[in-house]
């Protein structure tokens, strides 16, 4: 799935979309997606301007969105939006830096008609640079 695939489901925009494509998709139940993590994201600026790093929060956003593509992909759920109910257990393993391909693994393990739950992961090659459990409210 492309850019224009991802753009279609879910409603985030550059700069605060933070997937690039998606390499497999089992609607409602799993996803990997891929973000190419380059020098030119805006919060490298800052973040730090002597050794870039991408910060925690984005990484979990990033989870948080490749979740909602394997959501909002279903019938019943097209056209809403999947907003952030919580963040459980987060860790942070490894530092993502710029040259990074990060790969995405959302699992969906609950899934209600308004609500659902997640276990993310993010890797930088074989290595895991993330993980949470994500809570999704759907509306």
Known sequence: MDIKEIMSIIPHRQPFLLIDRVEEI????SVT???NVTYNEPFFAGHFPNEPVMPGVLIVEA???AGAVAILSMDEFKGKTAYFGGINKAKFKKK????????????????????????GT?????????????VFMIG
Do not use: F, H, S
């Open 26 to 29: 089992v609607e409602g139940e």
């Open 122 to 134: 993010a890797y930088v090659g074989d290595k895991v640079a993330a993980q949470a459990e994500l």
């Open 63 to 65: 989870m948080a969105q």
């Open 96 to 119: 993502v830096v710029p040259g990074d391909t990060l790969r995405l693994e959302v699992k969906i393990e609950k899934l209600k008609k308004n609500a659902g739950i997640g276990q």
């Open 33 to 35: 997606a891929i973000k």
